[in-house]
Nanobody, 124 residues
Framework: QVQLVESGGGLVQAGGSLRLSCAASGRTASRYAMGWFRQAPGKEREVVAAISWSGGSTYYADSVKGRFTISRDNAKNTVYLQMNSLKPDDTAVYYC?????????????????WGQGTQVTVSS
């Protein structure tokens, strides 16, 4: 029903910045809260940031607070993750996700749709 496609990943040096985008298509008439997750090799997928449908509420993992900013442009059906001051520990595959609710979701099972992921690699 809803397809999510991430883009914007790549290789960046520590201290650099990247902006990830997640474009939604399909049944976009519904109002979805969105989230960004990441998964490093051998690690569980963890929430990075989340945003309500309106954009009025956001959540950030402690590890990215002050460095990452989640935002959305509902007119473009796109969610962004601006990542600044990147660290090697940020290296992971980043996934966007959508849930069929207005409010924030914090756990994997709270989300209904997932993108394919985009690789972010931060070198020392």
């Amino acid at each position: 029903q809803v397809q999510l496609v991430e883009s914007g990943g790549g290789l960046v040096q520590a201290g650099g910045s990247l902006r990830l985008s997640c474009a939604a298509s399909g049944r976009t008439a519904s109002r979805y809260a969105m989230g960004w997750f990441r998964q490093a090799p051998g690690k569980e997928r963890e929430v990075v940031a989340a945003i309500s449908w309106s954009g009025g509420s956001t959540y950030y993992a402690d590890s990215v607070k002050g460095r990452f900013t989640i935002s959305r442009d509902n007119a473009k059906n796109t969610v962004y993750l601006q990542m600044n001051s990147l660290k090697p520990d940020d290296t992971a595959v980043y996934y966007c996700a959508a849930r069929e609710r207005y409010g924030l979701g914090y756990r994997r099972h709270e989300y209904d749709y997932w993108g394919q992921g985009t690789q972010v690699t931060v070198s020392s």
